[in-house]
């Protein structure tokens, strides 16, 4: 039986190489000769989430729990910020404006909030508006419940989708055994709501007894990155896997997406969290990354100003320190590139109202990316 077991280990350890090295096969170096970059932000620490208002200014959060007003050249601290949970991986994280933000003013947030009974911290979403320099009508969407004391895996983006449903991320919370397969807990899923905070009668759990009402999708580890596919209006994700396996899914409607039953990845220290990646009723990524890139922020690009990126995915790179992009063809990828190499910790990626890219760097700041004269 001892003997058998080490088989077990040396076969499947062979097996994550060699997908490691399959990846690597495609992972392509751009030296993007065609593009200059500049900072158009500088001095932040960790910019974790940036949305821009109708006048071109931009709100970005840092997680150690500062809301910026970025307008002309000058950062504007705002107000009446709720208190954060800064730890670890916890703080004032995504942000996000109403795709009818001319006519409603709601600004939506996601942080990690201590407010509960219990030590420690879950993430929490909130909508407001901006007065006077200060958040004022804030409204609490939702909050992941229990509270913990672990620094780790709280997610969390927002987006809308083109039917106006909002779409938020929270991670496992280092519980993976538990929370990410269980419908009844938070942590591993991605939510759905209406604007107003209120329940889709359409959720897919709306019926199921004790279950959490809001969950759109489950099985997940820590979704850092979150996009709206631009031709099929589908929310996009990917994910911190642990040892390898992070991954890019297209999220649908009532699917489990197997962690940690399933998986590509193993345990930091070496060992195996299971020995199957494939299972009947839990579905497949349409992308893994072997070894991990630790994956933050993405968006696809559908400007016109990088005729040679569009129609991709832009991924942030935290642990490689590089923006790489994603070619994709009929929804598979089929290439990356590196872009952007020795950047530094790429926190976010987003495509502007502008049409340029805009790159959120750890200790540096916001850098837009842009094409050289010709």
């Known amino acids: 039986m001892k003997i058998f077991f080490v088989l077990k280990i040396i076969f499947l350890s062979t097996l994550f190489s060699c997908a490691q090295k399959k990846e690597n096969d495609i992972l392509l170096e751009d030296d993007i000769k065609n593009y200059t970059t500049e900072i158009v932000v500088p001095d932040l620490q960790i910019p974790w989430g940036m949305a821009w208002l109708p006048d071109g200014s931009i709100l970005i959060t840092e997680k150690s729990g500062e809301l910026i007003h970025f307008k002309n050249g000058v950062k504007t601290l705002i107000g009446n910020v709720p208190e954060v949970y800064n ?74 989708d083109s039917k106006g449903y909002l779409y938020f991320s929270i991670g496992d919370r280092g519980n993976r055994d538990e929370n990410p397969q269980d419908i009844t807990k938070d942590g591993g899923k991605i939510y759905r709501l209406n604007d107003d905070g209120s329940i889709p009668k359409d959720n897919p759990f709306v019926n199921e007894t004790s279950a959490k009402k809001a969950i759109f999708s489950y099985g997940h580890r820590n979704p850092q990155g979150m996009a709206v ?35 590509y990845g193993i345990n930091y220290s070496g060992t195996i969290i299971t020995d199957i990646t494939k299972k009947e009723g839990m579905e497949q990524p349409l992308y893994y990354w072997t070894p991990s890139i630790a994956p933050s922020g993405m968006d696809f690009v559908t400007s016109n100003i990088y005729p040679d990126w569009k129609n991709n995915i832009l991924v942030g790179s935290l642990k490689f320190q590089y923006l790489e992009l994603v070619t994709l063809k009929n929804n598979t990828v089929i290439k990356r590139k590196k872009v952007l190499d020795g950047i530094g910790r790429v926190r976010n990626v987003r495509q502007g109202p502008d049409g340029f890219i805009y790159v ?15």
């Open 87 to 160: 730890r670890n991986q916890g703080g004032l994280l995504d942000i996000e404006i109403h795709p009818e933000y001319k006519t409603n003013g709601w600004i939506y947030i996601t942080y990690s909030s201590k407010e509960g009974e219990e030590k420690g911290g879950n993430t929490a979403l909130i909508r407001a508006k901006l007065k006077d320099n200060a958040l004022s009508n804030i409204e609490k969407l939702y909050k992941a419940t229990p509270n913990s004391t672990r620094g780790h895996h709280f997610g969390s983006r927002i987006e809308f």
């Open 229 to 263: 596919h631009p031709v099929d209006g589908n929310i996009w994700v990917h994910e911190h896997g642990p040892k390898g396996g992070d991954e890019i899914n297209s999220i649908k409607k009532a699917v489990n997406y197997g962690w940690p039953v399933i998986t």
């Open 360 to 374: 959120a760097v750890e200790n540096k700041g916001i850098i837009k990316i842009i094409p050289k004269q010709s």
